[in-house]
């Protein structure tokens, strides 16, 4: 596959900016949804729930990376009706589903952690869960009904128990093999943390198929093969190798500056140092951080943008992009080498507006700056 220079489509372009307008819609909904959720279900159990490290993405259903696939699922389905007509899933671990059930059925402490221990779906369990998730498919239609360009209702159809969500053939059967948009969560009851609420919507259920095809189709219409050509004929920059866990820490890599607008996260020290300079040179300020801080911990009012600089396109350094992109509405830039479109196109499935390739040259990261910085503070 022939790589491609830094291009991703911006968006200036008309189509992309309609999709991307609508997908910031569909998450200021689904955002709206969560939050009652956590008061609604809060207040039926007594005790304060929240829906916390949310992430949103779009996904086929065999590639999304469940956290917790090899524990046993309880997956609710959730068919749509109205203007538009599908079939939506909840999918959260057997023992948090027990638990919130067991709470709504009074169970004492003892009880609770005896049936949750026991990992045992027996009937009166189901139907106070059942109840729940009835709830939720209120809440959604509700919420859909005044915010959604089109009329829907979302209807509990009724749930499995699925063994292990990577292994039991049965999960083939309960989600249909689509492209998803999939919003993740991790639930907390009181104080406690527990696991990860996964919500799947099939893209044209959310009118989020074009999303990845304006993409693609702005790709392959922006005539760059010529740009493509030259750059497959680049011989690759030998990079000298510093063990990164001793420079990229927030400890000890120079973020001495009293204001933060950039973010540079990622595992490419050489790299990270070249754009910080260049920031520097312009008047950002900069703090760097590994794959492994908490970025949460790190985003502010006064971020202007983000960079992930990765020495590889993986599920690390994207994963990163999701927790961002969950996390505020920040221009996300992805520093790497070995851009191809089908990785470029994945990038932007998890939050990406913009690329870089790297080893990039100073002239390259000017115009990425003015690209993604001036142009935006303009």
């Not at 009904?145 to 292990?164: C, D, L, P, W």
């Not at 093969?225 to 990164?244: C, G, L």
């Not at 400890?251 to 996260?265: A, K, M, T, V, W």
């Not at 089908?342 to 080893?359: F, H, M, Q, R, S």
Request: charged content about 25%; glycine content about 6%; overall charge negative.
């Amino acid at each position: 596959m022939t790589e491609t220079s830094g291009f991703v489509p911006k968006l200036e372009d008309a189509s992309l900016f309609k999709v991307e307008k609508h997908k910031n819609k569909v998450e200021g909904i689904l955002c709206a949804c969560r939050e009652r959720i956590a008061d609604e279900v809060g207040a039926l159990l007594g005790i304060n729930v929240q829906l916390v490290h949310l992430e949103d993405r779009v996904a086929g259903r065999d590639d999304f990376n469940f956290k917790e696939g090899s524990c046993s699922q309880i997956i609710a389905n959730l068919d749509v009706v109205g203007e538009i007509e599908g079939r939506s899933f909840l999918s959260i671990n057997l023992k948090d589903s027990i638990l919130i059930a067991g709470r709504l059925m009074l169970f004492s402490d003892s009880e609770l952690r005896a049936v949750v221990d026991g990992e045992d779906f027996k009937p009166d369990i189901e139907d106070a869960y059942g109840e729940i998730i009835n709830i939720i498919a209120r809440i959604f239609t509700a919420v859909f009904e005044n915010e959604y360009t089109k009329q829907i209702r979302f209807i509990k159809v009724g749930f499995q128990q699925v063994a292990s969500i990577t292994m039991d053939p049965f999960y083939d059967r309960t989600i249909v093999d689509l492209e998803y948009y999939v919003s993740s969560m991790r639930l907390v009851l009181g104080e406690n943390e527990f696991g990860i609420i996964h919500l799947f919507f099939p893209v044209d259920l959310l009118l989020l198929e074009n999303f990845v095809e304006t993409v693609a189709d702005a790709i392959e219409t922006t005539g760059t093969q010529q740009v493509m050509a030259e750059q497959s004929a680049i011989k690759p920059v030998e990079k000298e190798t510093t063990n990164v866990n001793d420079i990229l820490t927030v400890e000890n890599y120079n973020n001495s500056s009293e204001h933060n607008d950039i973010l540079l996260i990622g595992d490419d020290e050489v790299e990270v140092a070249k754009l910080k300079n260049v920031l520097g040179i312009r008047g950002y300020g900069v703090r760097v951080l590994s794959f492994k801080d908490n970025v949460y911990d790190f985003i502010s009012g006064e971020l202007k943008a983000v960079y992930l600089v990765t020495r590889e396109i993986d599920e690390q350094a994207l994963g990163v992009a999701i927790k961002v992109n969950s996390a505020c509405s920040l221009p996300i830039i992805v520093a790497a080498p070995g851009w191809t479109r089908e990785k470029v196109i994945k990038a932007v499935k998890y939050g990406a507006k913009d690329i870089l390739l790297t080893p990039a040259a100073v002239e390259d990261i000017e115009e990425n700056i003015a690209n993604n910085l001036t142009k935006f503070a303009a």
